[in-house]
Each structure stands twice: as C-alpha cells, then as structure tokens.
C-alpha cells in the first residue's frame, strides 16, 4: 500500500474580530504548569539610599555689579597764561587813556625790561633836525600831530613816540608818532598820515634825566649790547612820559625802545 500523502498544516484563518491564540498568550497572565499562576520573578533589594548630609545654608552672593564702561582719560586742564591787566581808566570807562606807554607798565631807571610791543594806530609825521634843534623840533611835531587828531576827532591813545630812522654828524631823521583810538576816516593835512606803532620784542631802557644828557643813556644802551651780543634794529624808539617842554628838566622820563634782529 502507498503511504497517506502528507496534509499541509497550514493554519486556517481566524474570522475577523477573533483574537488569535499567541494574543491571546499575550494578554492573559502566564500560568504555571497545573493551572496557577506563574510567580514574578524575585528582584534584588536595592540598599536603602544614604543619608545626605545637613546642609549649611551658604549666605546670599550679591549678584556681580556690570563692569562700569571704561571712560576717556580727560586731560589735566591747562591753566590760561597770565595776561596783563589793562590800563585802569580804559577798563573803568572805556575810553582811551592818553597817558598809557606801549609797554603798559612803569619802567625802572636801573633795570634793562624785555617787553613786548603791541601795534596801535598813529598819525606820523616824517621830518628831520639837526642836533641843536632837534629837541624844540620833535616838541613842534608832536604839538603839530595833536592838532590834527583834534581837527579829525580822534582821541589820544597814548604817550607820543619819535622812531629815529637815520643820524649822522649833522643831524638825523625821525618819524613823529602819536597813537589814536583809531585811524583818521578823513583826510590829513600838514603832512601827516595814518600809520601803525611799531610792534614786537622789544628792550626797554628808562632816561630819567635832562634831554641834554641822553647820549650818556645811549651810550649805556650801546655798551649793554656789546656784553650780551646782542644784534638790534637800527632804528631806535623814543617814548615821552613826560612832555617836552623843557631840555633841562632833571625829571624829565623818555623809554627808549631797541628791538633785537
């Protein structure tokens, strides 16, 4: 006889909505053989957790304050240099002090001033004398300047100047100065004309004496600059403090300007 042929074991197809056997494995709880319920396994007992120690509160840090912005280095201030005190009539009242000198300040018969010469506005006059007039004819002159700066409205400004511009044997050639508040709008007669004091360093030295005797004062100036070889302008700037009116007079105050090259 042949052998049964062998039958395919090919499970049949639960219907739809039944759960199948290994689900149902799945979900039901496992049971031990004999119909109990299988025992969970044993686990290891975990050591209770240690203890912690007390904690010591710590103090309240302040939070760190921002980094204040860096800020520019401000130079140290710088102290204004010292300026000279203005005439005290001007700056009282403002108007023009006719006394006042080109340096400002009284100056010192014993002492050689280094100073410095500001610019202002003068009528000059450009003459000549010989020396035995010379001192009536720069007296004439400046009586001459003050006469137009009436006649054009200007007020004196200062002390008249004589700038000596050549000399020789015989006599020498001056320029007549005397300073205004301002220069003349109108026209000048008689000779005169605007023009401008002279201006710079200057070395100031103080003639206290008749106008007989200022060649000793010259002679003083010429020796003091040969010792401190200094070289100086060849015109030489005569200020009267004091009013020419008298040669002879003992106290009679002329600054004599000379300005190194």
Not at 40 to 45: D, G, L, M
Not at 99 to 118: H, I, M, R, Y
Not at 171 to 187: I, N, Q, R, S
Not at 224 to 232: C, G, P, R, S
């Amino acid at each position: 006889m042949a052998p049964p042929t062998a039958v395919e074991n090919t499970p049949l197809a639960a219907p739809p909505g039944t759960a199948t056997p290994a689900q149902n494995a799945q979900q039901a709880p496992t049971q031990s053989q004999g119909g109990q319920p299988a025992q969970a396994e044993p686990q290891p007992v975990q050591p209770p957790p240690a203890l912690q120690s007390p904690v010591t509160p710590q103090p309240v840090q302040p939070a760190p304050a921002a980094p204040a912005e860096p800020q520019p280095v401000q130079p140290p201030p710088t102290l204004p240099s010292p300026q000279p005190a203005p005439p005290v009539q001007q700056q009282q009242t403002g108007t023009p002090d006719s006394n006042a000198t080109l340096a400002g300040k009284k100056g010192d018969p014993s002492d050689v001033d280094e100073v410095q010469l500001t610019a202002k506005p003068v009528l000059l006059f450009a003459g000549q004398a010989s020396w035995d007039q010379g001192f009536q004819k720069l007296g004439e002159t400046i009586a001459l300047l003050r006469a137009e700066a009436d006649r054009a409205g200007l007020k004196v400004a200062g002390r008249p100047l004589s700038l000596f511009v050549e000399t020789d044997d015989n006599g020498f050639k001056f320029e007549a100065m005397l300073p205004v508040d301002k220069p003349a709008a109108t026209a000048l007669a008689n000779g005169v004309r605007n023009g401008q004091s002279p201006v710079g360093r200057a070395l100031r030295f103080v003639h206290t004496a008749p106008y007989d005797d200022i060649d000793s004062t010259y002679e003083t100036i010429t020796a003091y600059l040969e010792a401190k070889n200094i070289v100086v302008k060849d015109a030489f700037l005569e200020e009267y403090v004091s009013d020419l009116k008298d040669a002879g007079d003992p106290n009679l105050e002329i600054n004599v300007y000379v300005q190194p090259k």
